[in-house]
């Protein structure tokens, strides 16, 4: 059956893909994810953009609307049914990518301060990602700390840099020519992405540069637009939706009302209330049944405690809190895995301990 979800996989049905940001502390992370949550958007629930546990989700309709002035020239066709962006920029978790495979994203946004150039964890990110095999595009944050910056709100960059005087120009010229000087300096070829040709979309080794501010909006449409590209020109075959489940455990965490939850990124395949799950903690497999599945409220201001809509299934690539019975010991980082109906039950708990060992390799390489 496993085989069989693998070859009925499509590249007419991809499944989201899944976004990180990182980067050294103060470049804009968070403010970046808030703007991205916000350009062009009256709306957020209309514009469908939706909460989930542990990321944000993005409609594809949401896509195009927030490229949409982008896209009159790039005419970029969306083929990803959407994009889900982890909500915890700087989570250690996520920056060290420690987990089973490259399950845990499958494409970044390093965000560099333009201002200050590569930092320590800029570099110590910069390392991660590309052991991994991560692609990642490198936003030049704070573009609008150029001097005498015009402010083009939530425009494309290159509009945006048409507005400009020439002394202001000029220092983003040399910002950006330092910034990439720095990154070659770290054996990484990059360039201002419009300046990029068709061979450099093919080199793996290539990186794409996007001149952006989290605070006034200038360039978020363009990385917004080169996502979706690189999901679909680079790594469509990973992004390619299966049946087999994969999973991974974010964090652990007691709610009031709920007991121990695990918060859980579902990457491929179904999960469903009833299911016999199998989850990895330091004292071996623990098998419990999921009794439930759940995502916040649709209206973050609405939000009550325990107030959670609650799903019979889901679909990845999602994040949702899994309440079932013996959940304290689960590790973050590890799968979980459901025992099917054709399943030897000690084969999937041998499955889902291997986890522990991997972990284990990768932290003593690291
Ligand atoms: P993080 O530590 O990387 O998550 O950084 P934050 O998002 O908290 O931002 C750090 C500081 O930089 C805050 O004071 C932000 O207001 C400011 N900041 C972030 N992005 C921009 C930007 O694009 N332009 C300007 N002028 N300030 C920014």
Redesign the pocket.
């Known amino acids: 059956q496993e085989k069989a979800n693998l070859d009925a996989r499509s590249r007419d049905d991809l499944r989201c893909p899944i976004v990180v940001i990182m980067?050294h502390?103060?470049?804009?992370?968070?403010?970046?994810l808030d703007k991205i949550r916000k350009t062009n958007v009256q709306d957020n629930e209309a514009g469908g953009i939706t909460q989930q546990i542990g990321a944000t989700y993005f409609e594809k309709k949401t896509l195009e609307t927030q490229t949409a002035r982008l896209n009159e020239t790039e005419k970029v066709e969306l083929t990803v049914p959407g994009m889900l962006v982890i909500d915890t920029?700087?989570h250690e978790s996520f920056t060290n990518l420690r987990s089973r495979g490259s399950s845990l994203c499958d494409v970044a946004i390093l965000?560099v301060d333009l201002m200050h150039g590569l930092e320590q964890q800029t570099i110590e990110s910069l390392t991660m990602l590309r052991k991994r095999g991560v692609p990642f595009v490198v936003a030049l944050?704070?573009?609008?700390?150029c001097y005498a910056w015009k402010t083009c709100k939530d425009s494309p960059i290159r509009d945006a840099l048409k507005e400009q005087e020439e002394g202001t120009i000029s220092e983003f010229r040399s910002r950006s020519t330092n910034a990439k000087v720095q990154l070659q300096e770290q054996g990484v070829n990059s360039n201002l992405y419009w300046e990029m040709g068709d061979e450099d979309w093919t080199n793996s080794d290539f990186i794409p540069l996007v001149p952006?501010?989290?605070?006034t909006g200038e360039g978020v449409q363009d990385i917004l637009l080169l996502l979706c590209q690189i999901a679909q020109r680079k790594i469509w075959k990973q992004l390619m939706w299966c049946a087999n489940l994969q999973c991974t455990v974010l964090e652990v965490k007691a709610i009031d009302g709920l007991g121990m939850t695990v918060d859980i990124l579902v990457v491929n395949g179904y999960l469903r209330e009833g299911d016999k799950a199998v989850f990895c903690t330091l004292d071996g497999p623990v098998v419990t049944e999921i009794r439930g599945l759940l995502t916040p409220p649709p209206s973050r201001e609405m939000r009550v405690k325990a107030d959670y809509i609650h799903h019979k299934e889901v679909k990845g690539a999602l994040g949702v809190k899994v309440i079932g019975n013996n959940l304290e010991k689960v590790m973050a980082g590890t799968s979980v895995l459901v025992v099917g109906p054709n399943d030897e039950e000690e084969d999937i708990k041998a499955e889902v301990m291997s986890d522990l060992t991997n972990l284990e390799d990768k932290l003593s390489t690291d």
Request: aromatic letters at 0%; a positive charge; charged letters at 30%.
């Open positions: 980067g502390v103060d470049t804009g992370k968070t403010k970046l920029p700087g965000v944050n704070k573009v609008d700390r952006t501010s989290a605070i």
